[in-house]
C-alpha cells in the first residue's frame, strides 16, 4: 500500500479567538515533529501549508475555515468555480488574478455550511516533484 501527498491541498486559513494563544499551541506541538513557524506579523502566523489569522471584531468563527485547493492551471480554476456554483456553493471571488505574488489566479466559493473554498494556481513554476509518495513499512 502506498499513498500520495501534496497534490491536493494548497493551504489552509483557520481564524482563531486568540492568535498569540493559537501561535504558542501550534509552535510548540509542531517542533516536536520538526516544523517551525515560518513567519508572523501584526494578527497572523504562519506554518507550512497552514495560515492562522485573528478574528475581526464582528466576524463569527463558525464557517471561518479556509481550505485552498491546488489546480494545474487557470482553465481548472475556472471549471472548479462553475461546477462549484452549479453544486450549491455561492460566489466569494470570481476567477482572477490575485496580488499575492505574480502569476497567482485564484476563485473563492463559500461551500454550503460558509466556509471559504479557494482554488488557486500559482503560474508558471517549476516544482521538485508531483507529490510526495509515502510506503508504510511492514
Known sequence: MEFQRGRLIDHVH???RDVEASKRF???ALKEIGIVVGGEGAGYFFVDELYV???REGES???RVHLAF???DQEAVRNFYEAALASGGKDNG???ERKYHPG???AFILDPDGNNIEIVH???SHRSAAAVTITPAH
Open 14 to 16: 483557520l481564524v482563531v
Open 26 to 28: 501550534y509552535s510548540n
Open 53 to 55: 489569522s485573528e478574528v
Open 61 to 63: 468563527l463558525t464557517g
Open 70 to 72: 491546488q489546480a494545474p
Open 94 to 96: 470570481a476567477p482572477g
Open 104 to 106: 497567482y489566479y485564484a
Open 122 to 124: 500559482h503560474g508558471p
